[in-house]
């Protein structure tokens, strides 16, 4: 199987060119090791400093809001956009979590609910499309789930060299490989043989295999028809993976029961089945979800773009 090649560390990444890099990975690692209940704290902080320097992202978080909830009161939506933009500026610790801490530290906030039914599928030897969204926590959810069960990750290599090594390093810890996105045939083979596969299909990755379908109020929302290539290839089993902190600070990873009457070898209205899953992913907890990507950037031809110039919001 061609899985992604580890990088390796090379002498050229100290020199001035990767300065900053190395600053920014010595940062994230040093942030980790202060206490978990100061790094949620300043992470809020971070998080509504950064909306004030880059008021666009915080007018698409506004936008998606809008988009797919016109019918919630405007004050219930403002409360999920401060969350929001908390959640963000946590994000940047819980990546340093899931790349740094030990595995006993994450074990400890970390619970794990539903891995019976992986274990289940790991008995008759079927595969699992570990169907996950980009909820901001993603990262130290992959981390805690290797810890127990191996698995392979979808993994895009960073177009900085030097940022590449340390991002492969930290999310290859724990029981877990990477594949990279183009390798479709390295995926296939690991689903036929078993293994589990962590695909996250809730992005706007542009119309080459995509469709249109409903998400949320969103009546054409451009949908990567990945999924169906993959079920329908392997008739592997689909397990949602959503990943929550709770009002504690502690986490629960929640593996749901493989999902039945997903529309084989009919890749649109396999869209529409997997929106709906992509829906109850991000309802389990909208605060913590990535709001600030453009998820509605691609439109049917013809229609305009509805991510138009507006003032930003007020924190």
Same mark, same amino acid.
């Given at each position: 199987?061609?899985?992604?090649? $580890?990088?390796?560390?090379?002498?050229?990444? @100290?020199?001035? /060119?990767?300065? *900053?890099?190395?600053?920014?990975?010595?940062?994230? %690692?040093?942030?980790?090791?202060?206490?978990?209940?100061?790094?949620?704290?300043?992470?809020?902080?971070?998080?509504?400093?950064?909306?004030?320097?880059?008021?666009?992202?915080?007018?698409?978080?506004?936008?998606?809001?809008?988009?797919?909830?016109?019918?919630?009161?405007?004050?219930?939506?403002?409360?999920?956009?401060?969350?929001?933009?908390?959640?963000?500026?946590?994000?940047?610790?819980?990546?340093?979590?899931?790349?740094?801490?030990?595995?006993?530290?994450?074990?400890?906030?970390?619970?794990?609910?539903?891995?019976?039914?992986?274990?289940?599928?790991?008995?008759?030897?079927?595969?699992?499309?570990?169907? $996950?969204?980009?909820?901001?926590?993603?990262? @130290?959810?992959? /981390?805690?789930? *290797?810890?127990?069960?191996?698995?392979?990750?979808? %993994?895009?290599?960073?177009?900085?060299?030097?940022?590449?090594?340390?991002?492969?390093?930290?999310?290859?810890?724990?029981?877990?490989?990477?594949?990279?996105?183009?390798?479709?045939?390295?995926?296939?083979?690991?689903?036929?043989?078993?293994?589990?596969?962590?695909?996250?299909?809730?992005?706007?990755?542009?119309?080459?295999?995509?469709?249109?379908?409903?998400?949320?109020?969103?009546?054409?929302?451009?949908?990567?028809?990945?999924?169906?290539?993959?079920?329908?290839?392997?008739?592997?089993?689909?397990?949602?993976?959503?990943?929550?902190?709770?009002?504690?600070?502690?986490?629960?990873?929640?593996?749901?029961?493989?999902?039945?009457?997903?529309?084989?070898?009919?890749?649109?209205?396999?869209?529409?089945?997997?929106?709906?899953?992509?829906?109850?992913?991000?309802?389990?907890?909208?605060?913590?979800?990535?709001?600030?990507?453009?998820?509605?950037?691609?439109?049917?031809?013809?229609?305009?773009?509805?991510?138009?110039?507006?003032?930003?919001?007020?924190?």
């Amino acid at each position: 199987m061609n899985k992604y090649q $580890a990088p390796k560390f090379k002498a050229a990444f @100290l020199t001035p /060119r990767y300065w *900053g890099t190395l600053i920014i990975i010595s940062i994230m %690692y040093s942030l980790s090791l202060l206490p978990f209940k100061l790094q949620l704290l300043l992470g809020r902080g971070i998080g509504r400093l950064a909306m004030r320097l880059m008021k666009k992202r915080q007018v698409t978080i506004k936008r998606n809001l809008e988009l797919c909830f016109p019918k919630m009161a405007e004050h219930e939506r403002a409360a999920i956009l401060k969350d929001n933009i908390d959640n963000t500026g946590i994000a940047l610790f819980e990546t340093a979590m899931a790349w740094f801490w030990s595995d006993k530290r994450v074990n400890k906030h970390v619970t794990i609910v539903g891995m019976e039914h992986l274990e289940a599928l790991e008995a008759q030897g079927k595969g699992a499309l570990m169907l $996950a969204v980009h909820s901001m926590n993603l990262e @130290l959810g992959a /981390r805690a789930f *290797g810890i127990k069960k191996s698995g392979m990750g979808v %993994y895009r290599p960073n177009n900085n060299p030097c940022f590449d090594y340390f991002q492969y390093k930290g999310r290859s810890r724990s029981n877990r490989t990477l594949i990279d996105r183009k390798n479709v045939k390295g995926m296939l083979e690991a689903l036929n043989t078993g293994q589990r596969v962590w695909y996250a299909p809730d992005h706007d990755y542009g119309v080459r295999r995509s469709t249109f379908a409903p998400l949320f109020a969103v009546e054409r929302a451009c949908t990567t028809t990945g999924t169906s290539l993959l079920v329908d290839a392997t008739d592997c089993a689909i397990v949602p993976f959503t990943m929550v902190r709770g009002e504690d600070g502690h986490y629960t990873l929640t593996l749901s029961a493989p999902v039945d009457g997903f529309p084989k070898n009919d890749p649109e209205q396999a869209a529409v089945f997997v929106n709906k899953i992509v829906e109850k992913s991000i309802m389990a907890c909208p605060s913590q979800y990535m709001w600030l990507h453009r998820r509605f950037k691609t439109r049917p031809e013809g229609e305009c773009c509805l991510y138009k110039p507006r003032l930003a919001p007020a924190i």
